[in-house]
């Protein structure tokens, strides 16, 4: 692998010229600064990355740590993020955690010691501790999809509880009252969330508050299927079930199919996320969209501008939902 010395040495001029090239300070004529680029070019020289963190106190480089990169919300939310970072000249490293905060420890460490500029972080796992620790580095945080009150971070999430109520609400339109919800967590703020507006938009429509009715699953399709296996089986089955995203949504899909149920006739399903799984489905399914895109554009916003210190203040921004109705619910 080329390096400074050999660029000067190819180029005739010392190791400070090639510095100012590379770092673009100090005085060169215009000849000498192409000569060098020439050069460089020529055996193909890759800066260090580090040795530029050292220099500018920059890698341009961020992290996203994320529960699961195999689930398609995160997945989406991830690319978004990734695009409008290349826009503005950052690469980004994507750590799945699995909401394990040993494993969260362990990538933080390594992307405080590979420099990076800044870390979103979207998981689950609650390390106050940990998040503290890198505010006292000065190194910037961003929290996506995820609310950590306690702590002054730049923020951006859509309104939890607005969805739960958006998707409660479609199916007491359509004349259910029997309606289920199967949450990942309560003790997660986003799941809580859902779960209240649901309650409300039950309440909405004078319909009774029945804890049996929410259940809570493991965060993927298998969790969710189980889960409506034993709602679907009981004594008093629901008409319609609400499941806190898309994957849970669609293990109740599963469910029914597996009991001889049809979807949506003889059971309604709302999922949350609108993520691709939500197209492919048969019937595709009706599902409270995260306006994933935008979420993406202002996290990044938020943290390159807490970077480069053209932004004073944290900022908390809350983003709106949006019902998209399909083929998985029905009027009773």
């Known amino acids: 692998m080329a390096t400074i010395y050999d660029i000067a040495r190819e180029a005739g001029v010392s190791i400070a010229t090639v510095s100012k090239v590379i770092n673009q300070t100090g005085r060169i004529s215009d000849k000498t600064r192409k000569h060098v680029q020439d050069v460089m070019k020529r055996i193909d020289y890759q800066p260090s990355v580090v040795a530029s963190a050292l220099t500018k106190k920059r890698t ?22 990734e695009d409008h970072a290349h826009e503005l000249g950052y690469s980004l490293v994507i750590c799945s955690t699995d909401n394990d905060l040993t494993r969260e420890e362990r990538y933080i460490n390594v ?28 190194l910037p945080v961003a929290v996506i999809a995820r609310e950590m009150p306690l702590l002054a971070v730049d923020t951006v999430l859509v309104d939890d509880y607005l969805g739960g109520y958006l998707a409660a609400s479609h199916l007491t339109g359509l004349g259910h009252r029997n309606i289920a919800v199967i949450a990942e967590d309560l003790a997660v703020m986003s799941s809580k969330e859902r779960v209240r507006g649901y309650r409300k938009a039950l309440e909405e429509a004078g319909i009774p ?44 899909v599963q469910a029914a199919r597996e009991l001889g149920l049809r979807v949506p006739e003889d059971v309604s399903v709302v999922g949350f996320d609108n993520t691709v799984l939500a197209t492919i489905i048969d019937p595709p399914l009706t599902s409270v969209a995260q306006p994933v895109q935008q979420m993406g554009k202002e996290i990044v916003q938020l943290i390159t501008g807490e970077i480069d210190g053209s932004k004073p203040s944290k900022q908390r921004l809350v983003l709106l939902p949006e019902l998209v109705v399909r083929g998985t619910t029905s009027a009773v």
């Not at 994320?66 to 939310?77: H, K, R, S, T, V």
């Not at 979207?122 to 000065?138: E, P, V």
């Not at 189980?226 to 319609?240: C, D, I, M, Q, V």
């Open 209 to 252: 508050y029945d804890e049996n009715l929410v259940a809570v699953s493991p965060f993927h399709v298998e969790g969710g299927k189980a889960t409506a296996k034993e709602l679907l089986s009981g004594s008093n089955p629901p008409s319609a079930i609400f499941g806190c995203n898309d994957l849970l949504a669609i293990g109740v």
């Open 60 to 81: 341009y480089s961020l992290g996203l740590l994320i529960p699961d990169i195999a689930n398609p919300f995160f997945a989406e939310l991830a690319r978004s993020i």
């Open 111 to 138: 992307l405080r010691q590979k420099s990076a500029d800044g870390i979103i972080i979207a998981t689950g796992a609650r390390n106050d501790a940990m998040m503290k620790q890198l505010m006292k580095y000065k």
